[in-house]
T-cell receptor
């Protein structure tokens, strides 16, 4: 069965610190997709990234980067030089190749203090 | 821009009432989803729909039903609301191309008293 684990419930950092949010997944499929979403205080989930199981290249988008490692079933998310606007709940999610259903982790609340 | 709109931001209902949560999307998406979000539990899938009049149970369908009579609208129904259904409800939609990202509404915070 598929499962997503975000072991960090809450992380607090001071502005400009780097922070990594962990995500570990379980699936029996060889084809699957991994996602990160951001949920700011307004409540609406915002899509950040989608990665398929055949593409292990790391991705960088501005201050955001993602490290996908199939060997450890992890898809970690790093924010470099964090800012107060990064404060939100971040969700990692998984969908298997034969379905559009998203299975979410429990989320990590990130608080960035000035 | 894709827009997923949920009819209410906040709702307060009484135990035993029949409750309708409405969701409309404007991008002609085939897939629509209802999730429930609770602290420490993340988002859990209640029901989803791949097409008009098609529906499938998610992980926690008990106490809920859904209706999709038109492609753009997906309704979640609580037949007889109970206090343990107090939660944040999130609607989402996506294209039918496998595994594209889902777009979410702003959520409805339902309180059952």
């Amino acid at each position: 069965a598929q499962k997503v684990t975000q072991a960090q419930t809450e992380i607090s950092v001071v502005e400009k610190e780097d922070v990594t949010l962990d995500c570990v997944y379980e699936t029996r499929d060889t084809t699957y997709y991994l996602f990160w979403y951001k949920q700011p205080p307004s409540g609406e989930l915002v899509f950040l990234i989608r990665r398929n199981s055949f593409d292990e290249q790391n991705e960088i988008s501005g201050r955001y980067s993602w490290n996908f490692q199939k060997s450890t079933s992890s898809f970690n998310f790093t924010i470099t030089a964090s800012q107060v606007v990064d404060s939100a709940v971040y969700f990692c999610a998984l969908s298997e190749g034969n379905t559009d259903k998203l299975i979410f982790g429990t989320g990590t609340r990130l608080q960035v203090f000035p | 821009d894709v827009k997923v709109t949920q009819s209410s931001r906040y709702l307060v209902k009484r135990t035993g009432e029949k409750v309708f949560l409405e969701c409309v999307q404007d991008m002609d998406h085939e897939n629509m989803f209802w999730y429930r979000q609770d602290p420490g539990l993340g988002l859990r899938l209640i029901y989803f729909s791949y097409d008009v009049k098609m529906k499938e149970k998610g992980d926690i369908p008990e106490g809920y039903s859904v209706s999709r009579e038109k492609k753009e609208r997906f309704s979640l129904i609580l037949e007889s609301a109970s206090t343990n259904q107090t939660s944040m409800y999130l609607c989402a939609s996506s294209w039918t191309e496998m595994n594209t990202e889902a777009f979410f509404g702003q959520g409805t915070r339902l309180t059952v008293v």
